[in-house]
């Protein structure tokens, strides 16, 4: 089904001028095709948990693969808890690791991604699909499971539960989170309350702005026919320029993808506006691969400890948009550029929205896989913007740079602690002396 030949290395080329590409298909189909409609699922689900098998595997393969070299005889801490710790201290490099490339390595517990898969399969899933991927090589194939009905899963609950508490601190925009997967399992509407608390940190410790402007005064706009322009991209350099001068510390700046944010950097250098921000806070970018992340970040957090602060170049949905806190003199300013709307033509979004239009119908006369597509750009926004101002005592500035965020409803689907200190500034010049008074406050 992926274009595998038994006998062949996966990463032969086993389909000459074959292009990667992905399709969908029914959960029943995907069962006959492969051949394993007749096996007991559960009794082999079974002897994997009970044996431990992929725990042992695990095991095996991580005291048997290819290690990094070392040019010293110390050992080399890692992980993102390291990252976190520098944060506090100073850390002497005495070695020098030299990683081995395993961008294409396979996962070291394929078994155990393979048991969830089946899994998936055995249980009473309702609405779902098999997402296939396969491409000229084995090792770009992938099978995934889409479950279209989160609402099936949790029909038990909600029918023989007294309570049921869903927390969490990114969970806006809520309605769609509300009616899909507690009403739609049949939940009397009336029975499902929602509370949202404030924020732990005083308003007066952050700066949410909205720029609709650039310092030229042409408007920022990086909706998908102006965000490739020259003048959009040399406006950017400008409002960023602007920003490392006044701003201490260090600087995130999400972009929407990471293709963007290549095309972004690429621009900015040819121009030599890097070569000016350097000048003043030294620029990281995130990279592709988990291999280089700690490295990256335990530099960044370096060059902020050591120096006037540094820049972080990193996009939303990626690495660093989630479970790495940016506190302090990290993340004294969060820069989100434009707005990180899916890809429309993915064939999981069109078939997740196709299915909602199909049973949810319009919400608030708009259709609801539309709502959804929306809802899911917020929710990356919501989730980036949060990684700065972690403690009752920390601050920092929260900048929208693109016209689209000063739409009331894109306001009211931001978290409360920010909507309600949202100040939206039509012309770039007043920016600079509220973000200026906003540090010169704290120091």
Same mark, same amino acid.
């Given at each position: 089904?992926?274009?595998?030949?038994?006998?062949?290395?996966?990463?032969?080329?086993?389909?000459?001028?074959?292009?990667?590409?992905?399709?969908?298909?029914?959960?029943?189909?995907?069962?006959?095709?492969?051949?394993?409609?007749?096996?007991?699922?559960?009794?082999?689900?079974?002897?994997?948990?009970?044996?431990?098998?992929?725990?042992?595997?695990?095991?095996?393969?991580?005291?048997?693969?290819?290690?990094?070299?070392?040019?010293?005889?110390?050992?080399?801490?890692?992980?993102?808890?390291?990252?976190?710790?520098?944060?506090?201290?100073?850390?002497?490099?005495?070695?020098?690791?030299?990683?081995?490339?395993?961008?294409?390595?396979?996962?070291?517990?394929?078994?155990?991604?393979?048991?969830?898969?089946?899994?998936?399969?055995?249980?009473?899933?309702?609405?779902?699909?098999?997402?296939?991927?396969?491409?000229?090589?084995?090792?770009?194939?992938?099978?995934?499971?889409?479950?279209?009905?989160?609402?099936?899963?949790?029909?038990? $609950?909600?029918?023989?539960?007294?309570?049921?508490?869903?927390?969490?601190?990114?969970?806006?925009?809520?309605?769609?989170?509300?009616?899909?997967?507690?009403?739609?399992?049949?939940?009397?509407?009336?029975?499902?309350?929602?509370?949202?608390?404030?924020?732990?940190?005083?308003?007066?410790?952050?700066?949410?702005?909205?720029?609709?402007?650039?310092?030229?005064?042409?408007?920022?706009?990086?909706?998908?026919?102006?965000?490739?322009?020259?003048?959009? /991209?040399?406006? /950017?350099?400008?409002?960023? $320029?602007?920003?490392?001068?006044?701003?201490?510390?260090? $600087?995130?700046?999400?972009?929407?993808?990471?293709?963007?944010?290549?095309?972004?950097?690429?621009?900015?250098?040819?121009?030599?506006?890097?070569?000016?921000?350097?000048?003043?806070?030294?620029?990281?970018?995130?990279?592709?691969?988990?291999?280089?992340?700690?490295?990256?970040?335990?530099?960044?957090?370096?060059?902020?400890?050591?120096?006037?602060?540094?820049?972080?170049?990193?996009?939303?949905?990626?690495?660093?948009?989630?479970?790495?806190?940016?506190?302090?003199?990290?993340?004294?300013?969060?820069?989100?550029?434009?707005?990180?709307?899916?890809?429309?033509?993915?064939?999981?979004?069109?078939?997740?929205?196709?299915?909602?239009?199909?049973?949810?119908?319009?919400?608030?006369?708009?259709?609801?896989?539309?709502?959804?597509?929306?809802?899911?750009?917020?929710?990356?926004?919501?989730?980036?913007?949060?990684?700065?101002?972690?403690?009752?005592?920390?601050?920092?500035?929260?900048?929208?740079?693109?016209?689209?965020?000063?739409?009331?409803?894109?306001?009211?689907?931001?978290?409360?602690?920010?909507?309600?200190?949202?100040?939206?500034?039509?012309?770039?010049?007043?920016?600079?002396?509220?973000?200026?008074?906003?540090?010169?406050?704290?120091?």
């Amino acid at each position: 089904m992926l274009g595998g030949i038994p006998g062949k290395d996966p990463a032969e080329v086993t389909n000459q001028g074959a292009k990667e590409e992905t399709s969908l298909i029914e959960v029943a189909d995907f069962l006959s095709e492969s051949q394993i409609y007749n096996l007991s699922l559960f009794r082999l689900i079974k002897y994997c948990n009970v044996s431990q098998i992929c725990h042992k595997l695990k095991g095996f393969v991580e005291k048997y693969q290819p290690s990094a070299s070392v040019t010293n005889s110390k050992p080399v801490k890692s992980g993102v808890g390291t990252f976190l710790s520098s944060i506090n201290k100073t850390e002497k490099k005495e070695e020098a690791v030299v990683p081995d490339n395993n961008e294409n390595r396979p996962p070291s517990n394929s078994l155990q991604s393979l048991v969830e898969l089946l899994s998936s399969l055995s249980m009473n899933h309702g609405e779902a699909r098999m997402v296939l991927t396969k491409g000229p090589k084995l090792t770009a194939g992938r099978i995934r499971f889409l479950l279209l009905d989160p609402a099936n899963q949790f029909q038990q $609950i909600v029918r023989e539960a007294h309570s049921v508490v869903v927390a969490g601190g990114t969970m806006r925009p809520i309605a769609e989170f509300r009616d899909q997967l507690f009403v739609s399992a049949g939940a009397d509407p009336s029975r499902v309350t929602h509370f949202s608390c404030d924020h732990v940190v005083p308003g007066e410790n952050m700066l949410p702005l909205v720029m609709s402007s650039g310092p030229s005064g042409a408007r920022l706009d990086f909706s998908f026919q102006f965000r490739d322009k020259k003048e959009t /991209l040399d406006e /950017l350099g400008r409002v960023l $320029i602007n920003i490392v001068n006044i701003v201490p510390g260090g $600087i995130v700046v999400f972009f929407p993808s990471y293709d963007y944010e290549k095309l972004v950097s690429k621009h900015l250098e040819a121009s030599g506006v890097l070569a000016r921000i350097e000048a003043k806070k030294k620029i990281f970018r995130e990279p592709k691969t988990s291999s280089e992340l700690d490295k990256v970040l335990g530099d960044f957090a370096t060059a902020v400890r050591l120096s006037t602060g540094a820049v972080l170049l990193a996009v939303v949905g990626g690495k660093m948009s989630e479970g790495i806190n940016f506190s302090d003199n990290l993340g004294r300013c969060v820069v989100m550029v434009g707005m990180p709307y899916p890809n429309l033509y993915s064939p999981e979004l069109k078939e997740k929205m196709n299915f909602l239009n199909k049973t949810v119908g319009s919400v608030d006369g708009k259709q609801a896989g539309q709502v959804h597509y929306e809802n899911l750009c917020m929710k990356a926004v919501n989730q980036s913007v949060g990684r700065a101002i972690r403690h009752k005592g920390d601050y920092a500035a929260i900048l929208f740079v693109d016209h689209r965020y000063s739409r009331p409803n894109i306001i009211s689907q931001l978290p409360g602690w920010i909507s309600k200190h949202l100040r939206v500034v039509d012309k770039f010049g007043p920016t600079i002396p509220q973000i200026r008074k906003f540090f010169k406050e704290k120091e």
